[in-house]
């Protein structure tokens, strides 16, 4: 009893330690700003901070994250889930072998891609544009992608889809009227954690464009002493408000495939 | 590439990356291990507590190094809170090239707190794999728990050890966001270099050298990974 009550203490300061940058970012974001630097917890509050966030550049760049982010869902699951398919439903020779390159393009550094992508980019025309942005984010969501989604196919019963050949049901039948639900919540994983890849990345984002900045390209741009950026610290606060806001509901929803998206093996 | 290589710069670049890994790296894996015997116990609030936990996992490092820049600004919460209770009655500066070993603390608090989770995911994966009878067995036996550590479950989480390690390195190698948004170019590391050089120098070839200096880092470590990885396989 004592015992549990210590790990609950324990865990209780884990939790703070977690939580009280997140809680203070958010209520510094919502709190007026000279009240704010008066006092350690504030006492008026507003919606000033993000309306000037948001008229300085933020809402676009807002927009412009959730469209390539968007694009990046598309890119690599049209490229990542057929091949994931494979991987976790038919032997063929190599198939381990293609598992461990693609585990291992998991820690592929961005950089590498990102700086020679951007000189191409400049001639093809796809410099600051969103689908070169998307493609980028598409290469490095892509491993990830195809192996949860192949341990999803894994884990759906090949019985099942015996059974309805059995009944009658087309190949293709059978993939979109037993296999495809039965793998949904996976994939809805899949692609939340897409998401988020594409949501988060600031390197490629701030490389690849110079006008069409991303929510984090922008934020590195203003925030960054020493390459121009000197933003207040509203504008500090409402920034970091934002981006943090989808881990919320994400996490939620993610917490059974922690392993499969952030785990080596 | 060479001219790259042979620069004073890089080796004052290399020396900043291998000190923020050996600052960060160690205790993002001590923090990683806790919290692994925590969450394998039964307690109140654990769901809970897991969860909150995790979180940084989807949070980007940018918003993580302006969550800590509005911790450690000089009217941040901590200085606020230092004043008001009378601990200090001026700012600690965290910010500014005069600042620059508090600049380099303020990097590894933000990175410990958003990337623990990944050491941590990591451990307690490999740690629920472990067979319970082997440590109930130790118990038995009269082990104290420094030694159940040393002689049993050590040994036996040592390939998600080393994988966690290798990921944390790989990933650390990456760090970009949080070393310019909070330090500037004060504290200049790999990734930030190849950022500036490419970014404000525009600079092309010299910013492909510094990628690809990454690129084979991270080649070398990946190496070392996978075969690390093909033998734990085997052993199971």
């Not at chain 1, 917490?255 to 998206?261: E, G």
């Amino acid at each position: 009893m004592l015992r549990s009550l210590l790990l609950t203490v324990v865990a209780a300061l884990l939790s703070l330690w977690i939580l009280l940058p997140l809680t203070y970012t958010f209520i510094a974001a919502l709190a007026d700003v000279k009240n704010y630097y008066e006092r350690l917890v504030p006492t008026e509050y507003t919606l000033e901070n993000f309306a000037v966030f948001f008229r300085l550049g933020a809402f676009d760049a807002l927009l412009r994250s959730v469209a390539v982010a968007a694009l990046t869902i598309v890119i690599s699951f049209a490229l990542g889930v057929p091949a994931g398919y494979v991987l976790g439903r038919l032997a063929f020779r190599g198939r381990d072998a293609l598992r461990l390159a693609i585990l291992s393009a998991r820690m592929f550094p961005v950089m590498i891609m990102a700086v020679p992508l951007a000189v191409l980019f400049i001639d093809i025309g796809l410099y600051d544009t969103l689908l070169g942005i998307a493609l980028v984010h598409a290469a490095l969501a892509l491993p990830f992608v195809v192996i949860i989604t192949s341990s999803i196919f894994l884990s759906v019963p090949r019985e099942m889809e015996e059974a309805g050949m059995v009944f009658g049901l087309s190949g293709w039948q059978v993939f979109t009227k037993i296999t495809m639900p039965l793998a949904a919540p996976g994939l809805t994983a899949a692609a939340m954690f897409t998401f988020v890849i594409s949501w988060n990345e600031a390197f490629a984002a701030a490389i690849l464009a110079s006008r069409e900045r991303t929510l984090p390209a922008l934020t590195v741009a203003t925030t960054v002493a020493g390459i121009g950026g000197a933003a207040p610290d509203p504008y500090r606060f409402a920034a970091a408000a934002i981006l943090s806001l989808p881990a919320f509901l994400i996490m939620a929803y993610m917490r059974k495939h922690l392993t499969a998206m952030w785990g080596v093996r | 590439m060479l001219e790259v290589l042979l620069s004073r710069r890089f080796l004052e670049v290399l020396t900043n990356t291998l000190l923020l890994l050996a600052a960060i790296i160690p205790s993002q894996f001590l923090l990683a291990l806790a919290a692994t015997f925590l969450f394998t116990e039964r307690f109140r609030g654990r769901e809970v507590a897991l969860y909150l936990f995790v979180l940084p996992l989807a949070i980007s490092d940018v918003a993580a190094a302006l969550l800590w820049y509005t911790m450690l600004s000089p009217k941040g919460f901590l200085n606020k809170l230092l004043m008001e209770l009378g601990v200090i009655s001026r700012p600690i500066q965290f910010f500014g090239y005069a600042f620059r070993h508090m600049e380099f603390l303020a990097i590894v608090l933000c990175e410990v707190w958003r990337a623990t989770a990944i050491v941590f995911v990591n451990l307690y994966a490999g740690y629920q794999m472990i067979d319970r009878e082997l440590i109930e067995a130790s118990e038995v036996f009269g082990l104290s728990f420094p030694q159940r550590l040393r002689y049993v479950i050590l040994p036996l989480l040592k390939p998600s050890i080393e994988s966690a390690l290798l990921i944390r390195t790989l990933f650390a190698l990456q760090m970009f966001a949080p070393i310019l948004m909070l330090a500037g170019l004060d504290i200049p590391v790999l990734a930030t270099e190849t950022f500036y050089v490419f970014g404000q120098l525009f600079d092309a070839p010299r910013a492909s050298a510094w990628a690809l200096f990454i690129g084979m880092f991270t080649l070398a470590v990946s190496a070392v990974y996978v075969r690390l990885l093909r033998t734990s396989r085997v052993v199971r």
